[in-house]
């Protein structure tokens, strides 16, 4: 009889919480360590584009045989192909879309341009750099989208905001995309900052580590996304 009431006790006891994430996550760290500390867009407007592929360099980091600098020159070029707009520059869903079309290359096969040129194309091998990671890419990376892009809307969820740091947390940066895009590589829950804590992250137009409020985060981001990296099956 007593071991029945302490069965049932259990399991009226609900739910266990979900740990809290830490106070405090840098990836700065890794990200130096792997070689891919920030690079300058220069005057172009291409944040969304340098965002993109920071974020897939990273995956590929894990599941490549070793860290490459990629080039957002092709990803700037492979996004046209998708949205047909011929500009410079492009949403994150237009970036990644370009990335499932037509892969990626590395930075040495086709350098970051000063100025744009829209009649620009890919070398021939860049194209099969590109496609032949495209390839290896189809079971090893996988885009996660926390808040897609929808025209006009701004802010996160509490939930949303709650993910982002779980992601962070969990070793993978996010891709936070606002009127300036940037990497999201770290936080710090700090009461005295706007909102309750800042955001540490990879910034092109700085070419530096930079920081954002959690406050901006929570109302000014449009859209959110992170890109995991698996290692090949053995």
């Known amino acids: 009889m007593r071991l029945l009431v302490l069965l049932l006790l259990a399991g009226c006891a609900g739910p266990t919480r979900p740990t809290p994430p830490p106070t405090q996550v840098d990836l700065r760290p890794a990200l130096e360590r792997l070689g891919l500390p920030p690079r300058a867009q220069g005057p172009r407007p291409t944040c969304s584009i340098f965002?993109?592929?920071?974020?897939?360099?990273?995956?590929?980091?894990?599941?490549?045989?070793?860290?490459?600098?990629?080039?957002?020159?092709?990803?700037?070029?492979?996004?046209?192909q998708c949205s047909h707009d011929n500009q410079d520059g492009d949403f994150f869903h237009q970036a990644l879309a370009g990335f499932e079309r037509e892969g990626l290359c590395s930075e040495a096969r086709e350098p970051y341009a000063v100025a744009w040129d829209p009649a620009g194309e890919p070398p021939p091998a860049a194209l099969e750099e590109a496609h032949a990671l495209r390839e290896r890419a189809r079971s090893r990376i996988a885009v996660h989208w926390i808040v897609p892009w929808v025209p006009n809307r701004f802010g996160l969820s509490a939930e949303q905001f709650a993910q982002v740091k779980r992601v962070l947390a969990s070793g993978w940066p996010v891709a936070a995309g606002a009127g300036h895009s940037r990497l999201l590589v770290g936080y710090r829950d700090d009461p005295a900052a706007e909102g309750g804590g800042v955001f540490t992250t990879c910034d092109s137009a700085l070419a530096a580590w930079s920081e954002v409020s959690y406050r901006f985060v929570r109302e000014d981001v449009a859209d959110v996304f992170w890109v995991e990296g698996r290692p090949a099956a053995r």
């Open 51 to 80: 965002t993109t592929c920071s974020a897939i360099e990273f995956a590929l980091a894990h599941c490549e045989p070793r860290p490459v600098r990629m080039s957002p020159e092709f990803l700037n070029w492979a996004a046209n």
